[in-house]
């Protein structure tokens, strides 16, 4: 197996990742009960040096049920009958997660609404209420 390139920055090592092939579940005829075309990739994530710890809780947030509790990230493929290919998809799946956990996110800042408009929205509102008082009709007892 080949090194697993995320982006530029980050490629895991071959070594890093094990795949494992299993029978896979659901229809496909005699097919399913003989051949193993499942993959299952298990990456050390919260073991990893390539992984800043930010990375690893961002990561930590993304994987969810597929991070177990000693730190392995397990990604599952069974999209086809091929298991050379769902080896591919299960890699791009686990470097699509690895890209999104990279990701920072831009820090919100609060913001408030500035004087000016402020006060042109409390006008705007001041003028419909006189446009609305303005269509009652007076009765003059």
Excluded: C, W
Excluded at 52 to 67: C, I, M, N
Excluded at 101 to 130: M, N, Y
Aim: charged share 30%; hydrophobic share 35%.
């Amino acid at each position: 197996m080949e090194p697993l390139t995320v982006n530029s920055r980050l490629v895991i090592p071959a070594a890093a990742i094990s795949f494992a092939a299993v029978r896979a579940s659901g229809p496909g005829g005699q097919n399913v009960n003989k051949v193993s075309s499942k993959v299952e990739l298990s990456f050390d994530a919260m073991g990893s040096p390539l992984l800043s710890p930010q990375e690893k809780e961002r990561l930590r947030t993304l994987a969810g049920s597929a991070l177990d509790s000693t730190g392995l990230l397990h990604v599952a493929s069974q999209l086809t009958r091929d298991q050379s290919r769902n080896l591919d998809d299960a890699r791009q799946k686990l470097a699509d997660l690895l890209l999104r956990a990279l990701f920072v996110p831009k820090v919100r800042r609060k913001t408030k609404p500035s004087k000016g408009s402020q006060r042109r929205r409390l006008d705007g509102k001041r003028k419909e209420g006189e446009k609305k008082q303005a269509r009652k009709v007076r009765s003059d007892d």
